[in-house]
Structures are given as structure tokens and as C-alpha cells.
């Protein structure tokens, strides 16, 4: 899928299972152009299906795996106890220690939240 900045540039996406997508690192500077067969993404969130309908599919990256298909885990935080879980694969399961460090919130991200991390915004980010 791709999706039109407001810098001019266009960002791209590969769509997941779990209601994820993986963004790609590099950015086009014309439309349809995107990276297929690279693997060098710069973030992977859970995107709203309704906002999956607004950009458009603009080429096919095929898997040479079904690992490539599944997101990494995810982490969950419980607000109250402070307590992590992670998310893998459609389980959740408790951290073991610190495991939970470094890993994406698991939450699902509307359109514009996806364009002000890819021009750059890190306020969303972990």
C-alpha cells in the first residue's frame, strides 16, 4: 500500500497478519514505486482496517516465509498493576523480566498517528 506525505514523498506499507502493518524505510519520490523485496522496515503497528481502505495497493511482496507474515511481539502494559504481557502471534502471555523492553506497544494506530511517526514525529512511539 502506499501512502502520499505531505512532504511530496510517498511511504509504503506491507500488510501482516494480525492486523499489522510493516513500514518501509525507504520513501519514493514518485508514486508506485515501492521496495518490494526489501525487509528493511522502520516501524510495525496495528493499523484500523478502515484506514487500510484509503491506501491504495500499489504492488505485491510476496513472503519467502510464513514467519515473514506475522509481526514481532508486541507489549502490553497494565496501567494500574504496572505488569507486562506480551503479544505474539494472537496470545498474549506474561513478560518474562525485561523481555518487554524495546518491543511496540500493542495498540492499533488511526492515519494519522502512521504519517506523524513516518515524517518523523516520535512522540508515538514506544
Partial sequence: MEIALPDGTFAYGRVLKDA?????RERGAAEEQPPIGSRDF???????DAVL?????????????????????????DV?????????RGKTR?????EWQGLERATVWDERHVVDR?????????
Fill in 53 to 77: 481502505r484509503r491506501w491504495p495497493v500499489v504492488g505485491h511482496d510476496p513472503s519467502a516465509t510464513d514467519d515473514e507474515d506475522w509481526p514481532p511481539p508486541s507489549q502490553i502494559e
Fill in 20 to 24: 499489522c502493518v510493516a513500514f518501509y
Fill in 118 to 126: 513516518l515524517l518523523g514525529d516520535r512522540r508515538w512511539e514506544s
Fill in 94 to 98: 506474561p513478560a518474562i523480566g525485561d
Fill in 80 to 88: 494500574i498493576s504496572g505488569e507486562h504481557q506480551i503479544y505474539d
Fill in 42 to 48: 522502520e516501524f510495525i503497528v496495528g493499523v484500523y
